[in-house]
């Protein structure tokens, strides 16, 4: 109830309250979801690893996990946390989404090829419906790999593309470097109209009752 109307802090009041008498994993599981909602990612990585000395950990649970791990800048453990929720359900499209987003920025620091961004953006295209944010970082880390001897940047463009027809508000990204020549090549890109498209929810990363989440 108190989530729902955006009153977190009397969320996490009656959670707690109600792990205090009688403790469960779905409950820290839902703390940690209202953390990362309130951005206390570091309150959430305790929650779930809370959840996770309660019983058998899923894919959710190892995607919240390495998402709020990834928002700490523990890019390192959050790959690896990743790693488990992948193989846990290889059909949960926001664990290789955020799996892929955690590679890139680790490539990022560190100025080499993104291969494992590669490796598993693939997949979260693949599974799952249909999705503006996914196939927008596809055509973000492909664009990257053409700065390499190794990329091929020619596909961001149909992934762009795609990203916008399914939602994305291209006007909405600012003054990124990587999208300007994109849409420079292809102008008309930029005067496509967004499309109402169900299912997408631009900053909202809710599936079920798990906060699957990347920025």
């Known amino acids: 109830k108190y989530a729902a109307e955006g009153e977190f802090a009397g969320a996490i009041a009656a959670i707690r309250q109600a792990l205090s008498i009688e403790e469960s994993q779905d409950g820290w599981v839902t703390l940690g979801v209202i953390c990362n909602a309130c951005a206390a990612h570091g309150d959430a990585v305790s929650c779930y690893e809370h959840a996770l000395e309660l019983g058998e950990g899923s894919a959710c649970l190892y995607n919240n996990l390495g998402y709020s791990y990834a928002k700490l800048g523990q890019l390192s453990r959050a790959i690896a946390i990743l790693d488990k929720a992948v193989l846990a359900d290889?059909?949960?499209?926001?664990a290789y989404h955020n799996r892929a987003l955690v590679s890139f920025a680790q490539s990022q620091v560190r100025r080499v090829y993104p291969a494992e961004a590669l490796e598993h953006i693939g997949p979260a295209i693949e599974v799952g419906q249909a999705n503006s944010d996914v196939f927008l970082d596809a055509a973000r880390i492909t664009v990257f790999c053409g700065k390499f001897p190794e990329g091929d940047d020619s596909a961001a463009t149909d992934l762009l593309r795609s990203a916008i027809l399914h939602g994305a508000d291209v006007s909405r990204l600012g003054d990124e470097v990587w999208l300007g020549p994109l849409l420079a090549?292809?102008?008309?890109?930029?005067?496509?109209?967004?499309?109402?498209?169900?299912?997408?929810?631009?900053?909202?990363?809710?599936?079920g009752a798990e906060f699957l989440v990347n920025e």
């Open 90 to 94: 290889g059909e949960l499209q926001s």
């Open 185 to 207: 090549a292809n102008p008309s890109m930029s005067r496509m109209r967004t499309l109402e498209h169900a299912g997408n929810q631009r900053g909202s990363r809710l599936q």
